[in-house]
């Protein structure tokens, strides 16, 4: 590769690549952000993942943590660490995670979702939803990541339209990764415990989703406001439920689903994780 080689003419280049075979997806419950300093079951199984799935050539983030009036798609070139909370260990402050972004694809999702109105944000970095789980899985920070923000003003049906208009996306070697939790209640969080016994509706309603996966049964899931009290307290706001949506609206019925973990922190949290392939 010669000398001067830069990111805007990788691009170019990149723009040409033909098809390729529909990359992995990720939903990944993340958690509190001290997982990002943490060592446990969890982040150990992210980085064990990180040494098995392929690579892709760029990663496009769907976080509960950018919501948006609208909805808009990074195209900054150079993404930067958002340390988006406050109060916790200083540890987390020191933590630079900052790969490349990928304009060249991220206006292509604006493309492929024409009638979505997309609109291009030119200075987002990268929020604790995608930087503290991407440190395990990506560490050397060196594949190209975009994030696509999720419009709170809108229903969940929207959202899984709006993925299902982003499937091909996949074949351009594009890991789609959401990023959340299935189960997230921070007004019943045990905070003193991040290995409190799990709530009884918490793993009743994970179960529930997790058999509505393996179904094909994402329709259910997306009208979640009918699955009862168990639902509503789970999902009391839906910011961290709906990243696993435009996950589910990419799968198709002939593609695997692997369940990489299975786990509760502070009572209300539900860590599942899962690939589809």
Not at 14 to 31: E, N, W
Not at 63 to 92: C, K, M, Q
Not at 176 to 187: E, T
Request: aromatic share 12%.
């Amino acid at each position: 590769m010669a000398t001067g080689f830069n990111l805007t003419e990788f691009e170019k280049i990149s723009a040409t690549f033909p098809k390729s075979k529909k990359m992995p997806m990720l939903f990944l419950g993340h958690g509190h952000p001290m997982n990002a300093v943490f060592d446990n079951t969890f982040t150990r199984t992210l980085q064990q993942l990180g040494t098995q799935i392929e690579r892709p050539n760029a990663i496009m983030m769907i976080s509960a943590h950018w919501e948006t009036r609208g909805t808009y798609v990074s195209v900054n070139p150079t993404p930067r660490t958002i340390y988006d909370f406050g109060g916790f260990d200083e540890r987390l402050s020191q933590i630079k995670y900052e790969p490349k972004g990928h304009p060249i694809l991220a206006r292509e999702v604006s493309e492929m979702a024409s009638q979505f109105q997309i609109i291009e944000d030119h200075s987002m970095g990268l929020d604790h939803g995608a930087w503290t789980v991407l440190k395990y899985i990506f560490p050397k920070a060196d594949i190209p990541v975009f994030q696509l923000s999720l419009d709170y003003t809108q229903p969940s049906a929207y959202h899984f339209q709006l993925a299902q208009a982003l499937k091909r996306i996949r074949e351009r070697g594009v890991m789609v990764i959401g990023s959340g939790n299935i189960v997230h209640n921070l007004n019943k969080v045990n905070w003193f415990n991040i290995d409190a016994k799990p709530t009884d509706w918490a793993v009743e309603f994970d179960e529930l989703v997790k058999q509505k996966i393996n179904q094909y049964d994402f329709n259910t899931l997306v009208d979640y406001k009918k699955l009862g009290s168990i639902a509503a307290l789970s999902i009391p706001t839906n910011d961290h439920y709906l990243p696993m949506l435009y996950v589910l609206a990419m799968t198709e019925k002939n593609e695997a689903v692997k369940y990489i973990y299975e786990g509760y922190q502070y009572a209300s949290l539900s860590m599942r994780c899962f690939q589809v392939y």
